[in-house]
């Protein structure tokens, strides 16, 4: 006898739209389009807006079919979904040749001019690591890509809240242009986060510039900003706190050798922006600037640092002297110090004292990373001290780089007391220690 009952569905076909949505956020775009077409259910889920809010688009400069096709498919995502976007991020992955720039240019300005017609949630842009610098970008290639931009910035600039252009290598002229295009249409900009490190070319001495403080002076609620030393100025100290003190939250600084880093800062600036700006944290990044002259000229009492990384980057120099800097200088921000890092090569100079010391004075210091020359028997310290409660530290990561003494003159081994064990060896290497927040000695 025949069962002429209907066949039981799959449990599929009762799934909550929201949990549908959960397993359609897992899949890339190829695997959504597939699923889409099971049923018109699948379908509406596919177009719900919360699956397209973010997006990171990447062309790759290598040539490949695969990546060819990305170029296409960015565009496809831009006039399908482009009306959701709330956040996007652009990423160019080594351009090899002038012929794959001018591609990206043509893409870059279809999906611009697309997004400033249809999307009107866009909160966020970032567009890192441009090097709009090198050879590879024709004159009119470069300057037609930053008038897009520029264009596009200048529809968005009433919703725009967060915008990245960090490495883009731009002119000082140009790099000016793109900012004020975020406030031509009020003459004001209310985008809180700005990212523009390494984002003028040739390394210029940005403070001295008009055209980039009338630029800065258009931001009235920046919270946190991204930007090499060689901008700060008095005079952008000055528009902060005229203008972002009740906002700022963190100062970004990153100081590069090749940086113009001799110009003259007053701490009383620093004092007053500090005053107005309670909430302000300042992060400092040195690259092989570890002169102590020339830090005690950036690093003035009066800054509210709340980390400092020194990086040597594998440099060395008998000039690059730590002790003042570790016994003078940087105890100074005893009461402020969050997060140090130290990457140094200090292999004319033994620090094992003054950086234990300097770190039992930091009453705040949670954070340390150091990749120096430093003795074993320095961490056996710093653990034990830790261990005790002298200091709070909750995250240490440490390379321990080993002076290599020469080597003893050993006499052969006779041959009948030769076994697996019986060679000698002496190693000398890095010892790698992490403790992580959740470890509580």
């Not at 620093?270 to 690259?287: D, I, S």
């Not at 052969?412 to 000698?424: N, W």
């Not at 002496?426 to 959740?438: D, K, Q």
Request: hydrophobic residues 40%; positive net charge; aromatic residues 10%.
């Amino acid at each position: 006898m025949e069962d002429d009952s209907e066949p039981e569905q799959s449990s599929w076909a009762h799934l909550p739209d929201v949990c549908l949505r959960h397993v359609f956020h897992w899949l890339d775009d190829r695997d959504r389009s597939r699923a889409a077409l099971v049923c018109k259910k699948w379908s509406c889920a596919m177009y719900s807006g919360s699956l397209w809010r973010r997006r990171t688009i990447t062309f790759y400069g290598r040539p490949s079919r695969a990546h060819t096709l990305e170029l296409q498919s960015a565009l496809w995502y831009v006039k399908k979904f482009g009306k959701y976007l709330e956040h996007l991020e652009i990423k160019l992955s080594n351009p090899y040749n002038t012929a794959f720039t001018q591609k990206f240019q043509v893409t870059m300005k279809g999906l611009l001019l697309h997004l400033g017609k249809c999307n009107s949630r866009l909160v966020s842009l970032s567009i890192k690591y441009l090097e709009l610098d090198r050879l590879i970008w024709k004159n009119a290639v470069r300057a037609q890509f930053i008038k897009n931009l520029a264009t596009f910035l200048k529809r968005m600039s009433k919703q725009l809240d967060y915008l990245n252009l960090k490495g883009a290598r731009v002119t000082l002229e140009e790099g000016c242009e793109l900012l004020n295009s975020l406030s031509c249409l009020t003459n004001k900009s209310f985008v809180s986060e700005i990212n523009i490190e390494d984002f003028f070319s040739l390394h210029p001495p940005v403070y001295s510039s008009t055209l980039f403080h009338q630029a800065m002076s258009k931001f009235r609620s920046l919270v946190i900003l991204s930007l090499n030393y060689n901008c700060i100025s008095d005079e952008l100290l000055d528009i902060l706190r005229k203008h972002s003190a009740h906002s700022l939250c963190t100062l970004n600084i990153k100081c590069h050798i090749h940086d113009p880093h001799g110009q003259v800062v007053w701490g009383m600036s620093w004092a007053n922006l500090a005053k107005r700006a309670p909430k302000l944290n300042v992060n400092f990044f040195f690259e092989r600037v570890m002169k102590h002259d020339h830090l005690a000229r950036i690093l003035l009492v009066e800054i509210p640092v709340r980390s400092i990384s020194l990086r040597s980057c594998y440099f060395s120099d008998p000039d690059w002297t730590m002790r003042p800097t570790l016994t003078n200088l940087l105890p100074a921000y005893w009461h402020v110090l969050q997060k140090l890092t130290l990457e140094l090569n200090n292999d004319h100079e033994l620090l094992d004292d003054e950086l234990l010391q300097l770190i039992l004075s930091c009453k705040r210091l949670l954070f340390l990373k150091v990749w120096a020359f430093l003795s074993v028997t320095f961490m056996e310290r710093l653990l034990q001290n830790r261990a005790e409660r002298k200091c709070i530290l909750t995250t240490i990561k440490v390379r321990l780089l080993c002076f290599k003494p020469p080597i003893p003159f050993l006499p052969p081994i006779p041959r009948e007391r030769r076994g697996p064990q019986a060679h000698r060896k002496v190693t000398y290497g890095t010892v790698n220690i992490t403790t992580f927040p959740s470890l509580m000695f």
